[in-house]
């Protein structure tokens, strides 16, 4: 999936006739009675025991628009909804278009009851004459994107954006926007091809003026499922997303992903750079941290841009937390001013109450340039979900910088492959030399003469060939280096951590390397 920026362009205000409808919604004031999440349920359960019908598409020349046609629609932030009111919180909606192909239905909650937000194309504006006249009168919202002054108390921030299928992203204070989260992924990576349910009708709980925080239902409907989701929503220095959801399978679900997170990663340290690429990075996330409660491991996984689809699976007992997390922050990783790739979000998933057993599954997909969301991550339960058994799930999902996540381990900072039959790497032919620094947690208390080891396992048959760890004062970490080989023809499946004596001190560092890599040169 594209993964296009939002930038839309501050406007001034002008009086329209025609808009008197959307300015009663406007003015209407502060919610008196309750909606609640069991009104989303019951229509899901209804719907449920329906036929699926697929949702109308807009007009053809409209889903045919260009990426920066589409861009020129642009919605007046002067008429954001709320903002008579001088609410915090304000709603920006966004119109179908390009990939964007079906209308939703949004409807707002307030002391007047519930009512559907009307499309008005007199709130957008296109520099395009043609093109305004041609939007269709009722062509319909794709989603909408939600405003909340997180630098200041003038300045309304886009921080929360729900657009496509059950696509939804989110920043914090300090973050562009990034990787996306979705409500539920069906089938991910699997040959039979994926499915993708989508968000089909939103409710927006209207906060009183001075409210921090948002309520927001949707009403979930796809060929295998239906679903019903409350989402509490606080932006901040991290945002923060409340998910309570009740889901209903018209089908047997043979891999549902639970609380799926979806990002890029085209190359980075641990990969060669592309012909031509002058940036030294180029991701929205950098790896996939997972954390067992059962066992207490942290398990840090580098992200790949595979060759080939690449799918692995970690077995976990007690799900406490998972995420993909961009932990690379420094603008010199990247060197690159306009994609700002050191701001972008790091997604934590941190489930309320037990999920019982389950893998996280990491999906990575080649992709020959950046413009594609090419890794998800979910959790996905042990037993097979069967038709017509509903189940519930909540979690917490938060956007922030990597430190969102409350690790109290050394954390694997940065990772580099190279060739271990080369200068610098080793004098082993098929040989590969990791280097992982580590640092945080319990090292930063050591001293640099602190005797740190390495506990390095190569499975599937690989073989560690020697592997040392030694302090770095320039960058106060310890460097784990590994000089490894695969069986022949095979991938290379490693696990490292650092220790003193028997006390564990770092995360589980975790990679797999394919037989058919871009690590030695041509001809090796």
């Known amino acids: 999936?594209?993964?296009?920026?939002?930038?839309?362009?501050?406007?001034?205000?002008?009086?329209?006739?025609?808009?008197?409808?959307?300015?009663?919604?406007?003015?209407?004031?502060?919610?008196?009675?309750?909606?609640?999440?069991?009104?989303?349920?019951?229509?899901?359960?209804?719907?449920?025991?329906?036929?699926?019908?697929?949702?109308?598409?807009?007009?053809?020349?409209?889903?045919?628009?260009?990426?920066?046609?589409?861009?020129?629609?642009?919605?007046?932030?002067?008429?954001?909804?709320?903002?008579?009111?001088?609410?915090?919180?304000?709603?920006?909606?966004?119109?179908?278009?390009?990939?964007?192909?079906?209308?939703?239905?949004?409807?707002?909650?307030?002391?007047?009851?519930?009512?559907?937000?009307?499309?008005?194309?007199?709130?957008?504006?296109?520099?395009?004459?043609?093109?305004?006249?041609?939007?269709?009168?009722?062509?319909?919202?794709?989603?909408?994107?939600?405003?909340?002054?997180?630098?200041?108390?003038?300045?309304?921030?886009?921080?929360?954006?729900?657009?496509?299928?059950?696509?939804?992203?989110?920043?914090?204070?300090?973050?562009?926007?990034?990787?996306?989260?979705?409500?539920?992924?069906?089938?991910?990576?699997?040959?039979?091809?994926?499915?993708?349910?989508?968000?089909?009708?939103?409710?927006?709980?209207?906060?009183?003026?001075?409210?921090?925080?948002?309520?927001?239902?949707?009403?979930?409907?796809?060929?295998?499922?239906?679903?019903?989701?409350?989402?509490?929503?606080?932006?901040?220095?991290?945002?923060?997303?409340?998910i309570k959801a009740t889901i209903f399978p018209r089908t047997a679900l043979n891999l549902p992903g639970i609380a799926p997170l979806t990002s890029m990663f085209y190359y980075g340290d641990n990969t060669a750079r592309p012909p031509g690429e002058w940036r030294r990075q180029v991701h929205d996330s950098d790896g996939l941290l997972i954390h067992d409660g059962m066992s207490g491991e942290w398990l840090w996984r580098p992200l790949l841009n595979p060759r080939t689809l690449q799918m692995d699976a970690f077995a976990v007992t007690n799900m406490r937390g998972f995420g993909l997390l961009q932990r690379d922050l420094d603008f010199r990783d990247y060197l690159d001013t306009e994609a700002q790739y050191h701001l972008r979000p790091s997604a934590w998933v941190k489930p309320q109450g037990d999920w019982g057993k389950g893998q996280v599954v990491l999906v990575q997909l080649p992709s020959p340039n950046e413009t594609n969301d090419n890794i998800v991550a979910f959790w996905t339960p042990a037993e097979q979900v069967a038709a017509g058994e509903p189940f519930t799930l909540e979690y917490t999902l938060q956007f922030g910088n990597s430190a969102i996540v409350g690790e109290p381990m050394g954390q694997a900072i940065k990772t580099l492959v190279g060739d271990g039959n080369r200068t610098g790497g080793g004098a082993s032919a098929g040989a590969y030399r990791f280097i992982v620094d580590f640092a945080g947690g319990p090292l930063d208390k050591l001293s640099p003469r602190a005797k740190i080891v390495g506990a390095v396992t190569a499975l599937e048959n690989g073989e560690v060939l020697d592997h040392y760890v030694e302090y770095v004062p320039t960058q106060r970490c310890w460097r784990l280096s590994m000089l490894a080989k695969p069986a022949a023809d095979g991938p290379l499946d490693l696990r490292a951590y650092l220790k003193q004596d028997q006390e564990t001190l770092t995360e589980t560092w975790t990679y797999r390397l394919a037989a058919d890599n871009d690590m030695r040169r041509q001809g090796d």
């Open 1 to 242: 999936m594209n993964n296009p920026s939002f930038k839309p362009r501050r406007q001034g205000a002008v009086a329209i006739p025609g808009l008197l409808l959307w300015l009663v919604v406007l003015a209407t004031p502060v919610p008196v009675s309750a909606f609640d999440l069991q009104t989303v349920v019951d229509k899901a359960r209804a719907l449920a025991a329906e036929s699926y019908e697929a949702p109308e598409v807009i007009p053809k020349f409209m889903r045919e628009l260009s990426y920066d046609q589409y861009q020129d629609i642009r919605f007046d932030p002067e008429r954001s909804l709320w903002r008579e009111s001088t609410s915090r919180f304000e709603v920006m909606p966004i119109p179908a278009g390009l990939f964007y192909t079906h209308p939703v239905t949004i409807n707002i909650v307030d002391a007047q009851g519930i009512h559907a937000l009307p499309f008005r194309r007199e709130l957008f504006t296109c520099d395009d004459p043609d093109l305004a006249k041609r939007i269709p009168p009722d062509l319909g919202y794709a989603g909408f994107k939600l405003t909340y002054p997180l630098q200041t108390a003038e300045e309304h921030n886009q921080f929360l954006v729900f657009a496509g299928a059950s696509y939804f992203r989110a920043v914090g204070r300090d973050n562009a926007f990034g990787l996306s989260a979705r409500g539920l992924a069906l089938d991910t990576g699997l040959p039979s091809g994926e499915d993708f349910p989508a968000f089909v009708e939103y409710w927006l709980v209207r906060p009183s003026p001075a409210a921090k925080e948002i309520m927001v239902y949707a009403l979930l409907d796809g060929r295998s499922v239906t679903g019903a989701y409350a989402f509490t929503i606080t932006p901040g220095p991290a945002t923060s997303v409340a």
